[in-house]
Nanobody, 121 residues
Framework: QVQLVESGGGLVQPGGSLRLSCAAS????????MGWYRQAPGKQRELVAL???????NYADSVKGRFTISKDNAKNTVYLQMNSLNPDDTADYYC???????????????WGQGTQVTVSS
């Protein structure tokens, strides 16, 4: 099996910063891409940021210039540095990874359990 464990969420004031981490563990041959999604109450889950195996990144327009996604391949860990947070960033943040468990299996998407981010004064 593959597990994704997120950490780093919490309560922060507007204008503040948080750093989320997500570590993948278990039966992993390779990881194609890792990303962060978020879901606010009453809204659909949306993409926040992606980073592929080559290090190319993609961001939602709403977070460009404020959030930075990075990864440590040796640790199978992806990070999301969030700066200049505002109340619209309040959501549950979920880590996603496209994992190949053996050289012969197809990619499969795995999700973490989510970590809550609340931006409020």
């Amino acid at each position: 099996q593959v597990q994704l464990v997120e950490s780093g969420g919490g309560l922060v004031q507007p204008g503040g910063s948080l750093r989320l981490s997500c570590a993948a563990s278990g039966s992993i041959f390779s990881i194609n891409a890792m990303g962060w999604y978020r879901q606010a109450p009453g809204k659909q889950r949306e993409l926040v940021a992606l980073i592929d195996s080559g290090g190319s990144t993609n961001y939602a327009d709403s977070v460009k210039g404020r959030f930075t996604i990075s990864k440590d391949n040796a640790k199978n860990t992806v990070y999301l540095q969030m700066n200049s947070l505002n109340p619209d960033d309040t959501a549950d943040y979920y880590c996603n990874a496209d994992v190949r468990r053996t050289p012969w299996t197809t990619l499969r998407a795995y999700w973490g359990q989510g970590t809550q981010v609340t931006v409020s004064s």
